[in-house]
């Protein structure tokens, strides 16, 4: 199994744990505002005697109603959470690779990218010798530009510039990210 593959899979696994935690005590929570609505609902249907029986149920209905309505907004604010707490886990194991790991991602990810004239990186990946020594041997040409990125590269080809930085494909892809953790998470 790649480390990728591994690194996803402790993603999810720790995702999903935390996903019914928080689920379970944001449906405590939610229950508790149901029971408090039921119970207002209750006691308004004894002290009105006046309202007609009709008045009270819809006076009722609409308690518990914006009751479910607040808890369904806080389960979907908890599912929200468990996607942001995905994404900043990912995050931090792409920049926590070891050199090895970085090296071959980072070569993986060249062989998929636009072919261009030379690839751009940070100073630190320059003094990364495992990922150097695997771009020589590809014979991949390495900028004597540097830039300030967190991880990944950028191609150069003529002008025109191809950004595969972590951070530009974590915000490019963001949206599927978060669709696909929401499907792992909440399916």
């Known amino acids: 199994m790649s480390s990728e593959k ?5 993603i999810v696994a720790d995702a999903v744990a935390e996903k019914a ?3 379970e005590e944001a449906k405590k929570q939610a229950d508790s505002i149901i029971h408090k609505a039921k119970e207002q609902a209750a006691k308004f249907m004894e002290n009105e005697n006046v309202l007609s029986d009709a ?14 309505m607040q808890a369904k907004k806080m389960i979907l604010s908890k599912k929200q959470e468990c996607v942001k707490m995905v994404l900043e886990r990912v995050r931090e194991k792409l920049f926590a690779l070891s050199e090895q790991e970085y090296a071959q ?18 100073q630190k990946d320059k003094q990364n010798a ?9 014979n991949i040409a390495v900028s004597s530009e540097n830039r300030d990125l967190q ?3 950028i191609v150069k080809k003529g002008e025109i510039e191809y950004n595969y930085s972590f951070e530009a494909i974590l915000s490019v892809e963001r949206e599927n990210i ?3 953790a929401a499907e792992v998470l909440f399916a």
């Open 6 to 10: 591994k690194i996803t899979d402790k």
């Open 21 to 23: 935690r928080i689920l």
């Open 55 to 68: 008045q009270a149920q819809k006076a009722r209905d609409k308690e518990i109603s914006a009751a479910e």
């Open 105 to 122: 991602m980072i070569v993986s990810m060249l062989e998929k990218a636009e072919k261009g004239e030379e690839v751009v990186f940070s």
């Open 130 to 138: 495992a990922l150097m020594e695997k771009l020589h041997e590809k």
């Open 151 to 153: 991880g990944g590269f």
């Open 178 to 180: 978060e669709q696909i």
